[in-house]
């Protein structure tokens, strides 16, 4: 088996972009490989715990922490949290906060990496 | 290195993906449209295709309509791919 | 496991979205990487703009004053000063117009690295030694 690191730029709804990002993740660690999920940009906001999951909205916060119990790594940028105002006593639990060197060095041991720009 | 690229979109903006010259093609969300619709210019230009099929599903496409140059894929199907057929992903 | 290659490729202009600005940020991050990792291993990426992702690289840019943002243009002499590699295709500033003197250089501020504006297929060859490739 081998490792995946997906970064993840596109925002929590209204851009499938994320929807695929995680489902991917899940796909993959459920084939046994390793999976490292970065968060930047605007998907740096999706990691705020307390999201109402509405019919109709991607959610980030239930599949996260299902990603999570199945051991994802999941890291978000620290700055991009902080500039959109989430805190970390008020995030997903599990959920790492580290600068950019963290996606470098999961890129480092990855086997494959999807980097998948926001907007 | 075999390259594989995630086309995710119907309309291409621009011609990276020409200039890059990947080895192969994995249609996903709004690319799904390129295994379907004639005429699609990278059906041609590429010897391996794959296409999502939840997001075929989603569009309310069948997997008849695929055309016959690209391979139906689910995401666990498409983890294969990713680690068995490609030596570097990208997304455009 | 020594040295793992990155092409960073920017193909989007910037000042729409902060996509273009995050390819340079994550680059720049390769300084400070070696703190996850063993001794003697390294990431390297090479910045590379392309297509579009060439107009706003230009020097003379105003979006600190108009914005609050640091301009790409600063952000790409930083790339200079921390000796990243940054290459700019050739054939799309010919395309767009755009003069290679109007490239940013840090010269001045003492970095040792320039922008090199190269053809396409030195930053294909790029893409292709490369470990990973990442779309911006």
């Not at chain 2, 690209?70 to 199907?77: A, L």
């Not at chain 3, 755009?98 to 090199?116: L, R, T, Y």
Request: proline fraction near 2%; hydrophobic fraction near 40%; glycine fraction near 10%.
């Amino acid at each position: 088996m081998g490792k995946l690191t997906i970064g993840c730029f596109p925002g929590l709804v209204g851009n499938w972009s994320y929807d695929f990002a995680l489902k991917f993740a899940g796909a993959a660690k459920d084939k046994g490989h390793d999976v490292d999920l970065w968060f930047s940009g605007n998907a740096s906001a999706s990691i705020v715990a307390g999201q109402k999951h509405l019919k109709d909205y991607s959610t980030g916060e239930k599949y996260l922490a299902e990603l999570i119990e199945k051991g994802v790594k999941i890291c978000t940028c620290e700055a991009c949290s902080i500039a959109r105002g989430v805190k970390k006593d008020a995030s997903v639990k599990g959920v790492q906060w580290n600068a950019m060197h963290w996606y470098l060095a999961s890129i480092h041991g990855a086997d494959r990496v999807l980097q998948i720009g926001g907007e | 290195m075999k390259l594989g690229v995630f086309v995710s979109d119907y309309t291409l903006v621009n011609d990276t993906l020409d200039r890059v010259g990947p080895d192969g093609l994995i249609l996903v969300a709004n690319g799904v449209y390129h295994a379907t619709i004639k005429g699609s210019a990278l059906l041609g230009k590429y010897s391996k295709l794959y296409v999502l099929s939840e997001d075929l599903a989603t569009r309310g496409i069948e997997a008849s309509a695929v055309d016959s140059k690209v391979k139906v894929v689910d995401y666990s199907g498409l983890v294969d791919v990713v680690f068995n057929d490609f030596e570097k992903i990208a997304w455009l | 496991m020594a040295d793992i290659k990155c092409a960073f490729i920017v193909q989007k202009p910037q000042y729409k979205g902060e996509t273009s600005r995050l390819a340079i940020t994550h680059a720049i991050a390769y300084q400070t990487v070696e703190i996850f990792l063993e001794d003697g291993e390294t990431v390297t990426p090479t910045l590379c703009f392309i297509g579009e992702g060439v107009l706003g690289i230009v020097k003379g840019q105003k979006a600190m004053d108009t914005y609050g943002i640091t301009s790409t243009e600063n952000h790409l002499m930083n790339c200079c000063l921390v000796d990243l590699n940054v290459y700019v295709c050739k054939e799309d500033l010919a395309k767009y117009g755009i003069s290679e003197s109007d490239m940013p250089d840090a010269e001045e501020m003492g970095a040792d690295m320039k922008i090199q504006i190269v053809p396409m297929s030195e930053i294909k060859a790029k893409i292709d030694e490369a470990k990973h490739v990442l779309f911006f």
